[in-house]
């Protein structure tokens, strides 16, 4: 059954309803198992802000805390060893209930340590280039709990797969302190994930119907949200469904350029990152900016060297992309939302030749009926008084991304969509 508005509710909130596959029609990749949190996984760079991606780790222990979007008695995670060029060894690995009063940082709940196990065993080793799943844990949670994942390196990793923008503290310890309670031992911290792509849950109660993957560039990480706080996009979604939702959105990515700062384009990580979450069932497509406005951004005064590659891109050899992933998409049963670009006059990102671009695909999205259906950004965050602009209640001080607002107000629009 297709998803129905009235008309005008669906203009108020910028939405364009078309035909496709219904929602949730998309099986769980595997007997029971839902995607309850993900990041997506980049190669060691510097990145936005300090992270100890290159350097890796060499006899530490990282902690990191994840809110999960699902309910689940058991639990495994997903570690990553996507750009390792030697094999990773895991020395072990713990998962907590996390502890949030105040002045606990990186404490978890005691009694609630699990220490988990991959094929049996508490140490694993990971191929170059490899991802694996630990063995479940027995640990009820909530949807919207926060869990913390600890991992153990008793020897030297090399250069970390990471996702740079977590907007999320994560904390590091020098020695094996997997098991603690405290958080104590945990002096150094960065915003930045390690190895750890996703935590999957079984056995929640009612089982749901699918996820939603939110796939896209820093619109969908969450720039410009509070940090913190769990104010990104994808965070008021899943606090509007009662469906998992994960973000598997990049900063800076693009759809048809690899990038050694942003990760592997979209064409390339689409089916890693959104079509092989397990459950996923409605994948929500907000990406192009970057693709169009890194060549504005590179004219300007002392570009920052992030912004390359940075070829004029058309509308038509964008349009070629999305098509690419909806295809990709469409062959594996999952519906495909797409979403304009929301204005960003004013930013870095504008400029004439982008300000033309971005209205033909724009135009694209709206009119040519491939999308299973469209959230309208453009218009839902627009400037009354200049379109082209971020309305100031929405916007963050970038005039590119929007703010904790505008967050909030594009989960409201794609929620009646997925």
């Given at each position: 059954m297709k998803k129905f508005l009235p008309p005008l509710l669906a203009a108020a909130l910028g939405l364009t309803l078309l035909s496709g596959p219904p929602a949730g029609a998309r099986p769980a990749h595997g007997p029971g198992w839902q995607a309850a949190w993900g990041a997506a996984p980049q190669a060691p760079a510097t990145g936005f802000t300090p992270n100890w991606s290159q350097e890796g780790f060499s006899r530490q222990t990282v902690r990191?805390?994840?809110?999960?979007?699902?309910?689940?008695?058991?639990?495994?995670?997903?570690?990553?060893?996507?750009?390792?060029?030697?094999p990773l060894v895991v020395t072990g690995a713990t998962l907590a209930r996390t502890d949030t009063g105040p002045g606990r940082a990186a404490a978890v709940v005691p009694g609630s340590v699990r220490h988990l196990t991959f094929g049996g065993r508490r140490s694993v080793t990971v191929p170059a280039r490899g991802e694996l799943r630990s063995d479940p844990a027995t640990l009820p949670v909530?949807?919207?709990?926060?869990?913390?994942?600890?991992?153990?390196?008793?020897?030297?990793?090399?250069?970390?797969?990471?996702?740079?923008?977590?907007?999320?503290?994560?904390y590091r310890a020098e020695g094996d302190h997997r098991a603690d309670v405290s958080g104590r031992a945990f002096t150094a911290r960065t915003s930045s994930w390690y190895y750890l792509s996703g935590v999957e849950v079984s056995g929640g109660t009612p089982p749901r119907s699918g996820a939603v993957v939110l796939f896209g560039d820093s619109l969908t990480d969450g720039?410009?949200?509070?940090?913190?706080?769990?104010?990104?996009?994808?965070?008021?979604?899943?606090e509007r469904l009662d469906r998992p939702v994960v973000n598997s959105g990049i900063g800076g990515n693009l759809v048809l350029n690899d990038s050694a700062w942003y990760g592997e384009r979209a064409t390339a990580r689409f089916r890693r990152d959104a079509l092989d979450q397990p459950g996923v069932s409605t994948v929500v497509l907000l990406q192009g900016v970057n693709d169009i406005g890194f060549s504005e951004a590179a004219l300007k005064a002392d570009p920052a060297p992030t912004y390359k590659p940075s070829p004029v891109v058309t509308s038509a050899e964008l349009i070629?992309?999305?098509?690419?992933?909806?295809?990709?998409?469409?062959?594996?049963?999952?519906?495909?939302?797409?979403?304009?670009?929301?204005?960003?006059?004013?930013?870095?990102?504008?400029?004439?030749?982008?300000?033309?671009?971005?209205?033909e695909v724009d135009h694209w999205i709206r009119t040519s009926g491939e999308f299973d259906a469209v959230v309208d950004f453009a218009r839902l965050l627009a400037d009354p008084a200049d379109?082209?602009?971020?309305?100031?209640?929405?916007?963050?001080?970038?005039?590119?991304?929007?703010?904790?607002?505008?967050?909030?107000?594009?989960?409201?629009?794609?929620?009646p969509l997925v």
């Open positions: 990191q805390v994840v809110r999960v979007t699902e309910d689940g008695d058991h639990l495994r995670i997903r570690l990553s060893h996507a750009y390792g060029t030697s909530r949807r919207l709990e926060s869990v913390t994942v600890t991992l153990h390196f008793a020897g030297t990793t090399g250069p970390a797969t990471f996702h740079s923008q977590a907007w999320a503290d994560s720039f410009g949200s509070t940090p913190h706080a769990d104010r990104r996009y994808s965070d008021a979604l899943a070629a992309g999305y098509r690419t992933l909806i295809d990709a998409a469409h062959d594996r049963g999952v519906r495909i939302v797409g979403a304009t670009l929301p204005p960003f006059k004013g930013s870095s990102h504008w400029g004439p030749t982008a300000e033309r671009t971005a209205a379109p082209r602009a971020l309305h100031p209640a929405y916007a963050y001080e970038d005039r590119l991304h929007p703010n904790d607002a505008g967050y909030r107000l594009m989960a409201e629009a794609v929620a």
